[in-house]
């Protein structure tokens, strides 16, 4: 089964810029999703098919998604944007999800 | 606007068959640009998903679940449903509804169709 690693936490100092990663074999011919969390609620998509962005989301939000290699990027990180993070997949048999990442904002 | 709303019993006993019931509303779920998913997340861990219906009745499984897992559709009352059987512990989760959408390129085929809009979820606790 396809397996997708990202890393269990990023940190990120107010106003910067933090980069989240999701790993897994040949990950660019694939089409990545992200969505993140806050504490109690439902996910909430924040980029579709590696770089496009839902209407409501900020254009802070972007991603990419090349060789084994996808990236969440938020630009201008804020206190509001602290929620975990997950990468999502089609894995030829089933979706598969990241395990997630816990963005802080210091 | 699309919302989904989960429903069913809080606490089921192991062994016994779980049911859930999301209802949708702010778009019909006979809609043919949509599929309509089930994701569970236990406590403290990740995503992970259930399966997939269309409104044809066009089932997706996780194979890991295959075995245990049933989704259908009621059209007439703009639900979806899941059971699973045979429950433990290791089925306690809270468990989403989600609707799947295809938008920004080819949607010729399901694996195009993402998580879009989730339900808020319902937590489903598995103990005697």
């Known amino acids: 089964s396809y397996e997708l690693t990202q890393p269990l936490s990023v940190s990120v100092a107010l106003g910067q810029t933090a980069r989240i990663t999701c790993g897994g074999n040949?990950?660019?011919?694939?089409?990545v999703h992200w969505y993140h969390q806050k504490p109690g609620q439902a996910p909430v998509l924040v980029i579709y098919?590696?770089?496009n962005r839902p209407s409501e989301i900020p254009e802070r939000f972007s991603g990419s998604n090349s060789g084994n290699t996808a990236t969440l990027t938020i630009s201008r990180a804020q206190a509001g944007d602290e929620a975990d993070y997950y990468c999502?997949?089609?894995?030829?048999?089933?979706?598969?999800f990241g395990g997630g990442t816990k963005l802080t904002v210091l | 606007q699309l919302q989904l709303q989960e429903s069913g019993p809080g606490l089921v006993k192991p062994s016994e068959t779980l049911s859930l019931t999301c209802t949708v509303s702010?778009?019909?779920?006979?809609?043919?640009?949509?599929?309509w998913g089930w994701i569970r997340q236990p406590p403290g861990k990740g995503l992970e998903w259930i399966g997939t219906?269309?409104?044809?009745?066009?089932?997706y499984y996780n194979p890991s679940l295959k075995s245990r897992v049933t989704i259908s559709i009621d059209t007439s009352k703009n639900q979806l449903s899941l059971k699973l059987s045979s429950v433990t512990a290791a089925d306690t989760a809270v468990y989403y509804c989600?609707?799947?959408?295809?938008?920004?390129?080819?949607?010729?085929?399901?694996?195009?169709?993402?998580?879009?809009?989730w339900g808020k979820g319902t937590t489903v606790t598995v103990s005697s």
């Open positions: 989600a609707s799947q959408y295809c938008s920004g390129g080819s949607c010729y085929g399901y694996i195009y169709y993402y998580m879009d809009v």
């Open positions: 702010g778009d019909s779920i006979s809609s043919s640009s949509s599929y």
């Open positions: 219906i269309y409104y044809s009745g066009t089932t």
């Open positions: 040949n990950i660019g011919s694939k089409n």
């Open positions: 098919r590696d770089n």
């Open positions: 999502l997949v089609w894995g030829s048999t089933s979706w598969v």
